[in-house]
T-cell receptor
Framework: AQRVTQPEKLLSVFKGAPVELKCNYSYSGSPELFWYVQYSRQRLQLLLRHISRESIKGFTADLNKGETSFHLKKPFAQEEDSAMYYCALSGGSNYKLTFGKGTLLTVNP | ETGVTQSPTHLIKTRGQQVTLRCSSQSGHNTVSWYQQALGQGPQFIFQYYREEENGRGNFPPRFSGLQFPNYSSELNVNALELDDSALYLC???????????FGSGTQLSVL
């Protein structure tokens, strides 16, 4: 069974502070991990995926298979980063995504 | 390039009724997935269609059914609506064989 856990429902930081959104997963095979983001009044969109190993809007995420984690990090948070963040896992051939419950990030001025 | 569009945006139904939700996939995408997002939860996979065939299904009862048309647009049908079916229904399209999904804005369904 696939499961994604985001332990923090809410996360509040000040502008310029580092931010880390936690994601842990459970999957017996080799997963593909994603972070999706939903800004206010916008649709859900892909932020980054682990296989591309890229940095988007200053965010990075490293897949740690030993700890089964895929935490999202940014060294200096900006107010425009305030949004709902969902960690998601894909396993198997039909690319079904299993989402976590999401973390609402608020970056205060 | 046209993104994923869903209709209607909002819908109110009563328990026991049937509902059809519609989705137009992004240009060039032949795979459509449907997700249910209850309040305070992450999206939950309902099923996926690839080239007009169901290609995977989540833990939803048979009264949730779907279709994909030759132009890759899709419908989600729910029969015998229950109060717990109240949720945001998201459609997502992708090019075949890729896990990168492009989401629509969703249909908010309320069952009274």
């Amino acid at each position: 069974a696939q499961r994604v856990t985001q332990p923090e429902k809410l996360l509040s930081v000040f502008k310029g502070a580092p931010v880390e959104l936690k994601c842990n997963y459970s999957y017996s095979g080799s997963p593909e991990l994603f972070w999706y983001v939903q800004y206010s009044r916008q649709r859900l969109q892909l932020l980054l995926r682990h296989i591309s190993r890229e940095s988007i809007k200053g965010f990075t995420a490293d897949l740690n298979k030993g700890e089964t984690s895929f935490h999202l990090k940014k060294p200096f948070a900006q107010e425009e980063d305030s949004a709902m963040y969902y960690c998601a896992l894909s396993g198997g051939s039909n690319y079904k995504l299993t989402f976590g419950k999401g973390t609402l990030l608020t970056v205060n001025p | 390039e046209t993104g994923v569009t869903q209709s209607p945006t909002h819908l109110i139904k009563t328990r026991g009724q049937q509902v059809t939700l519609r989705c137009s996939s992004q240009s060039g995408h032949n795979t459509v997935s449907w997700y249910q997002q209850a309040l305070g939860q992450g999206p939950q996979f309902i099923f996926q269609y690839y080239r007009e065939e169901e290609n995977g299904r989540g833990n939803f009862p048979p009264r949730f059914s779907g279709l994909q048309f030759p132009n890759y647009s899709s419908e989600l049908n729910v029969n015998a609506l229950e109060l717990d079916d109240s949720a945001l229904y998201l459609c997502a399209s992708s090019p075949g064989g890729q896990a990168k999904l492009f989401f629509g804005s969703g249909t908010q369904l309320s069952v009274l």
